[in-house]
Nanobody
Framework: QVQLVESGGGSVQPGGSLRLSCAAS???????MGWYRQAPGKQRELVAG???????DYADSVKGRFTISRDNAKNTVYLQMNSLKPEDTAVYYC???????????????WGQGTQVTVSS
């Protein structure tokens, strides 16, 4: 069983930055981790993923603006979000799975979600 606790959401103006954190239990060092988001009326989408080997990938919409990273000593994964746009507004969910990548994980664990609002 993996428990995930997110923090760091909030409201920011366009062009601003936020950093999300997700503290995890379980065998963190072998977990694939990721951040998903869901905007009102839209499907949940994968924003960024990071493998246990520290390889990362991103949705095209956030490449060059978002950075995912992990600290195995702190059992924590981060999502640094820069140059935020109104279309980044969504509830962001941390996810974990014992798989090569979070996208490939058939059984995913989920955090409770944290709201990110980008508005002037």
């Amino acid at each position: 069983q993996v428990q995930l606790v997110e923090s760091g959401g909030g409201s920011v103006q366009p062009g601003g930055s936020l950093r999300l954190s997700c503290a995890a239990s379980g065998f963190f060092s072998i977990l694939a981790m990721g951040w998903y988001r869901q905007a009102p009326g839209k499907q949940r989408e994968l924003v960024a993923g990071i493998t246990s080997g520290d390889s990362s990938d991103y949705a095209d919409s956030v490449k060059g603006r978002f950075t995912i990273s992990r600290d195995n000593a702190k059992n924590t994964v981060y999502l640094q979000m820069n140059s935020l746009k109104p279309e980044d507004t969504a509830v962001y969910y941390c996810s974990a799975g014992y798989a090569l990548s979070i996208a490939a994980a058939r059984n995913k664990y989920w955090g409770q979600g944290t709201q990110v609002t980008v508005s002037s």
